[in-house]
């Protein structure tokens, strides 16, 4: 009797794997041959699930950022002020220092291995990017999308310079700061 696998988590489970693979190597290095024999599939099993290693890119990235926001939102549910809120985004970005600086690793190489107009014209990336600052402004509660843009930015920017920058260590440092700023800007100009 043939081995009955439910896709859904079969691709999910691929793309956690290719998570680790790419955060190793590196999205430029890494031809769709080598992905499929690291994830212990054929290539045309490789390509039932992703029809190239950018559709894998995408696919990965649409669900980290629904993962993200998952986590986010369950880790401030029971928040009762902004200031534990932004607290809470700032430990949730510390505990999850490792992962983070993975996937910012993985994103930075893509985007150096891609041109301008193919990150900026690209629906998923956009789309996944709109999830993180919506899932900033719910989290803090912000009734100003710029705020939530800003801090997004403020964050992406923290962790690029973790993975160009890792002997300088710090991240928790940067975050505890930026939170403390945030606690300070939103006690002078409440939303």
């Not at 696998?5 to 956690?16: G, H, I």
């Not at 949730?92 to 983070?100: D, G, S």
């Not at 690029?160 to 606690?183: H, K, R, Y």
Request: overall charge negative.
């Amino acid at each position: 009797m043939p081995k009955i696998v439910d896709q859904e988590q079969y691709r999910k489970e691929l793309l956690r794997k290719a998570f680790d693979l790419l955060a190793e190597k590196g999205y430029a290095n890494v031809t769709t041959r080598q992905l499929a024999k690291e994830l212990g599939i054929s290539t045309g099993a490789m390509y039932h699930y992703f029809p190239s290693k950018k559709a894998l890119f995408e696919q990965l990235v649409e669900e980290m950022g629904q993962q993200d926001v998952g986590m986010l939102q369950r880790r401030v549910a029971g928040a009762t002020s902004l200031n534990q809120r932004i607290t809470m985004l700032g430990t949730f970005l510390i505990e999850n220092e490792a992962y983070f600086v993975k996937q910012t690793a993985i994103w930075t190489d893509f985007c150096m291995n891609s041109n301008l107009e193919e990150m900026t014209s690209n629906d998923v990336f956009r789309r996944v990017d709109q999830r993180y600052r919506q899932a900033i402004a719910e989290a803090l509660n912000l009734a100003d999308p710029r705020m939530a843009q800003f801090i997004w930015t403020l964050v992406n920017g923290v962790l690029v310079e973790q993975v160009s920058n890792p002997d300088a260590g710090g991240f928790a440092e940067q975050i505890e700061l930026l939170t403390a700023m945030l606690i300070a800007y939103f006690e002078k100009f409440p939303t």
